[in-house]
């Protein structure tokens, strides 16, 4: 940190970054309509992701409790030699456990449609992103954050 008091201002170190990556589960099969798994197109893009990030320093990963949303986070897991943990996105703290337990590390989370960014815009602190379309499973936002609510954002598609 620089010092205050010399007419300049104060910058935040590297360590008091987050940044979380959120995608939608992959492309779902047709086995379950509860809780379907990954189709092959699904399985596929969950590879391709992990190797997408795979030179990322993820030091957590997080999934809804839903087959579709584990198994697309789960070779991403596999690749930083973690476990995917379980979130509840209705609970009004998650993020805030999130980002306390991981400050200045790069979090994981696989969601859903409506979760990926709605949990994008609570992070940023404002309404920027809707519900992703029900054939849309290949963007990816990297939400950097020095607080909830006070971030920037990159959307990519994969």
């Known amino acids: 940190m620089l010092v205050s008091g010399f007419g300049v201002s104060p910058i935040l170190a590297q360590s008091d970054l987050t940044t979380f990556i959120l995608v939608r589960h ?38 809804t409790p839903f087959k579709r949303t584990r198994s697309t986070a789960a070779p991403v897991a596999q690749l930083h030699q973690l476990q995917v943990m379980d979130y509840d996105f209705r609970s009004p703290t998650y993020l805030a456990e999130m980002l306390k337990k991981h400050q200045g590390g790069t979090v994981f989370i696989a969601g859903h449609s409506n979760t990926t960014p709605m949990v994008a815009n609570l992070l940023l602190g404002e309404q920027r992103f809707e519900q ?18 006070k971030g920037t954002v990159t959307v990519i598609n994969y």
Request: hydrophobic share 35%; proline share 7%.
């Open 26 to 63: 992959a492309e779902k099969g047709d086995d379950d309509p509860r809780d379907p798994s990954l189709s092959p197109e699904g399985k596929a893009r969950a590879e391709r992701l992990a190797v997408l990030l795979k030179d990322q320093p993820i030091s957590a990963v997080y999934s």
């Open 132 to 149: 992703l379309d029900e054939k849309e499973y290949g963007k990816l936002f990297i939400v950097t954050v020095s607080a909830l609510g």
